[in-house]
């Protein structure tokens, strides 16, 4: 097959947002802040135009009517809360120009809301593609977790352009869909989780007497100093671990500490539950 490239310093394309929130704009934030694209190339609809004065000040064109954001972008990510998708695709369908029906790539970050059902909702926009993305809050500083599952109808372009992207706001990797809720507990939820993490080790740095400030700043560093080292030196978690722990030492004493707490097993619990609850969340929706 003939290996598409697509530019990693700009693209020509015109991208749309149908919802200018907080995952949109981290979305677009980390695109532009790598050079890749300019706010001039941005059109972003919601129902207040006020909402989205921030995007304005930046240099995007904004919008009350969701058909005038496909009408101007090639690409359209869908970034509503799952709920409002159906209100969302009638303002679309409800104030989009007879002749722009053509087909268009949407890219859909919506949580729970599989590919079937976006095709069905956007089929009267003839040969419209589709691709599902599970992005999280972190590509707002370049350290994002994307995965993407493209629909029947993506090409291959469309593929490599959600590819290029994405990439440039962290890691981002094709996935089956099947896999999405599971990857979106893991990524999506996971900030939350660690920054629990990290609140809870700051808290027993506060409980021995060090202050505040320094104990989240030390803890929020050995998260990341620690996260680094798995990702940089190929060894297995176990091993880093293993050459910390001194025979009789304090670490070790910290770690039968957190197996007495069941730390393991809460952590895979959270990762389960959330992705049971996403997959229930989906079910009732579809
Ligand atoms: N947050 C995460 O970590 C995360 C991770 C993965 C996926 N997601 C997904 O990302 C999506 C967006 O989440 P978010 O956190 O960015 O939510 P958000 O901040 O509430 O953004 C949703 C946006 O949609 C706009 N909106 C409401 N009704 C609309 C309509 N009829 N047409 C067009 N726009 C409309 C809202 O405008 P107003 O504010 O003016 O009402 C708001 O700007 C969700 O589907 C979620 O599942 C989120």
Not at 190 to 198: E, H, K, R, S
Request: proline residues 3%; contains cysteine.
């Amino acid at each position: 097959m003939e290996k598409i490239e697509i530019s990693s310093k700009s693209i020509s394309e015109k991208i749309g947002f149908i919802g200018g929130g907080n995952m949109a704009k981290a979305i677009c934030e980390g695109i532009v802040n790598k050079g890749l694209l300019k706010y001039d190339q941005v059109y972003v609809s919601g129902p207040n135009l006020n909402n989205l004065s921030v995007w304005k000040e930046k240099g995007a064109q904004i919008f009350t009517e969701n058909g005038k954001v496909v009408e101007h972008a090639d690409v359209i990510f869908l970034a509503v809360k799952p709920h409002i998708l159906p209100t969302a695709i009638a303002n679309m369908f409800d104030t989009l120009n007879e002749n722009s029906l053509n087909s268009k790539l949407f890219i859909s970050i919506l949580a729970g809301t599989p590919i079937e059902k976006l095709e069905n909702v956007l089929s009267k926009l003839h040969g419209s593609r589709v691709i599902r993305v599970m992005p999280n809050t972190p590509m707002m500083v370049g350290e994002g977790c994307t995965v993407f599952s493209p629909g029947q109808r993506a090409t291959d372009r469309d593929i490599e352009l959600v590819r290029t992207l994405l990439s440039v706001t962290g890691v981002c990797k094709e996935v089956p869909e099947s896999l999405i809720n599971a990857v979106g507990a893991l990524s999506g939820s996971g900030p939350a989780f660690v920054y629990l993490m990290i609140e809870a080790l700051a808290d027993g740095g506060v409980k021995m007497g060090i202050s505040r400030q320094l104990a989240i700043e030390f803890a929020a560093q050995t998260v990341l100093g620690a996260a680094k080292m798995v990702k940089e030196s190929g060894k297995h978690t176990g091993q880093l671990k293993d050459e910390v722990c001194s025979p009789g030492g304090t670490t070790i004493t910290g770690i039968h500490a957190l197996e007495r707490g069941g730390v393991r097993a809460a952590f895979m619990d959270a990762i389960e539950c959330a992705t049971k609850k996403s997959i229930e969340m989906s079910e009732k929706r579809h």
